[in-house]
DNA sequence: CCTTGAAGCTATAGTTGCTAGAGACATTAG
DNA sequence: CTAATGTCTCTAGCAACTATAGCTTCAAGG
């Protein structure tokens, strides 16, 4: 049996983080010691594990709920959970679509400065004049994650 | 001059997010009408233009607010501006490392996976154990954003 | 002139995925 | 036995908005 500390440690996940999995009902609830504090067995490190895992691949914590849920039913078929993966991978992709045009853009800013004084700088320039951009790099849609 | 409406449309902004930009500094309070209703005139459209612009590429609010507060002074050097969009570019960088590692894993577990049951899913065991995985694609540091 | 509907106002709370702090109890090493 | 660490609960905070409620103001049609 773990506390939680040894969880964490285990898992590389910090103390408060599985509290607060266990909070929002991602973990189950841990058994208690005579003094109140949280036990874990195997289980429960292989299921933060796999929480960790996920999340480090970019799935949010919604997407790792069902994938979890999931994988508590062994005989269904896996559709489902391949489907949110490919999800994740299109989400990932659209991201990188989107990052790699930012980083041109960023790129011909910094390089096109010619370092003088702030009124002629380029990258003011280009931030205030976006039709100076060479992409069309606007926030299509979706954001944020890893 | 502008309402606040039409200053969304035409910067691309929603009406609660320019409140909110006012309400923590990043725009001036705007002047009002008789009856009380912000009213805005062309620098502060070019204002909400430059942040919508840099937001779009990925800089925080805060390096916004350094960016705004020296392009306000325009005969100063213009090395502090070009330092916060190289921090950003190498931030993007840091960013397109690590999707482009998560798209590789994500792109293998999808491919491995056979199509039966939950028992047998590729994409349930590779989640369960990292050790499957072809890069070390785990978390750095930094997240989220663009 | 008056009504109606859209647009504006304030203030508060919710989102995601944690992280940090306060103050009290539990456990363990020396 | 004491001191140091670990754990407990609870609350609040981060970014960067978004949504809601309940009001007031404005512009256009009849
Ligand atoms: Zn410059
Ligand atoms: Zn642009
Ligand atoms: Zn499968
Ligand atoms: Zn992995």
Redesign the interface.
């Known amino acids: 049996m773990l506390t939680i500390g040894k969880l964490g440690a285990q898992a590389g996940v910090k103390v408060p983080t599985i509290r607060y999995y266990e909070q929002i009902g991602l973990l189950p609830e841990a058994g208690r010691s005579a003094g109140n504090q949280r036990l874990y067995g195997r289980k429960a490190l ?1 299921r933060l ?2 929480i960790r ?6 799935f949010t914590l919604e997407a790792i709920r069902d ?1 979890l849920s ?2 508590d ?7 489902a ?2 489907a ?3 999800a ?2 299109a989400e ?2 659209r ?2 679509a ?3 045009a ?2 041109a ?3 011909r ?2 390089v096109q ?1 010619a ?7 380029r ?2 320039e280009v ?4 039709s100076l951009c060479s992409t069309d ?3 299509p849609e979706s ?4």
Chains 1, 2 share one sequence.
């Open positions: 292989e594990a796999f895992h996920a999340r480090d691949l970019g994938l999931l994988s039913n062994p005989e269904q078929p896996c559709v959970a391949d949110i993966a490919r994740q991978l990932v992709e991201r990188l989107r990052l790699t930012l980083k853009e960023l790129e800013m910094v400065c370092g003088g004084k702030i009124a002629d700088c990258v003011i931030l205030g004049d976006h790099h606007r926030h954001e944020a994650g890893p």
